[in-house]
């Protein structure tokens, strides 16, 4: 019998950091109750040699190309259902683990059955003390997607949906919503996922009582070219697309006259701010957004 947990992780040419994401989990937690399965995303550098040669144990998934966040954790949560894992704890790889969630978290959901799903707090990790993530939550009315991080008192409470940062997900509830939607390639796929597990009758529960440290946008930031800042164009791209895709999916079709009028209002003010600073790449990203939001609309899981 396998150990109960498949602690996910997945690697796009940051092996500095997926080493130092592994190295703070294996030190400060039960190892006897998980394992690592770490899927590479076709990485350009010599991440996976690095991996085998300072873990020669750990399981490895070379996939070969960038499937993006969704399908890239897909293929891992796969091979954590298929060799029999209760339960798939997804964490990013640009995240430290200075304690141990893994033994708090698989005791909760041992001990709440009707919870498909759970997430710990996330903490800034170049601010300890901040909070990046408190529970998150949609508001229906405007079609909001949002994360509490006021630092209230520490309970645990229903939230609508869990982050990919860290999500620690019953693999046989998986087994009957389905993964990721991997259209959504990035961003917003998280929340997708997470109100399928919710219409299945599971519960999402914020956890205050785990914590984990976050490089909040490490993944997304490039070196600074030309005039464009240093948030890669494409980030925008998926960021507006996916979130368009979500309302249609999860949105009250009597709030769509909201939901437009609140974004025509954010997302002029955006191209506005861009065209100002000249970022025409940025600001070509959030039209193309725009138009295959609410054109384009795929189904795939």
């Known amino acids: 019998m396998p150990k109960p947990i498949a602690v996910i992780l997945l690697n796009w040419n940051t092996p500095s950091l997926t080493l130092r994401c592994i190295e703070t989990l294996l030190e400060n937690n039960n190892n006897e109750l998980f394992d690592i399965i770490l899927a590479d995303n076709g990485s350009a550098d010599d991440s996976v040699e690095q991996f085998r040669t300072s873990y020669p144990d750990l399981t490895i998934i070379e996939n070969g190309e960038n499937l993006g966040f969704a399908e890239g954790n897909n293929r891992a949560i796969e091979k954590s259902i298929a060799l029999g894992y209760k339960y798939s704890l997804l964490l990013n790889s640009d995240t430290e683990v200075w304690e141990d969630i893994v033994t708090p978290l698989f005791n909760y959901m041992e001990n709440n059955l009707d919870v498909g799903g759970v997430q710990p707090a996330i903490y800034y990790l170049d601010d300890a003390n901040s909070l990046w993530n408190g529970g998150s939550y949609f508001n229906s009315v405007l079609g909001i997607t949002y994360s509490e991080n006021n630092g209230l008192a520490p309970e645990i409470k229903d939230v609508d949906w869990l982050t990919g940062c860290c999500m620690f997900l019953r693999n046989d509830v998986l087994k009957e919503t389905g993964l990721f939607n991997k259209a959504f390639f990035l961003y917003y796929e998280d929340v997708e996922l ?5 219409k299945s009758g599971n519960l999402l529960k914020f956890y205050p009582f785990s914590k984990i440290y976050h490089a909040v946008g490490s993944s997304g930031k490039i ?15 998926y960021n507006v697309r996916n979130r368009i895709w979500n309302l249609r999916i999860n949105g009250k079709v009597v709030y769509y006259p909201v939901y437009l009028v609140y974004n025509l209002g954010f997302y002029g003010s955006m191209l506005g701010y861009f065209l100002m600073k000249r970022r025409f790449k940025k600001a070509k990203m959030l039209l193309r957004g725009l138009n295959d939001g609410l054109f384009k609309l795929s189904s795939t899981n």
Do not use: D, V
């Open 223 to 237: 070196e600074r070219k030309e005039n464009e800042g240093t948030i890669s164009p494409i980030i925008h791209y």
């Open 194 to 198: 997470s109100f399928r597990i919710r």
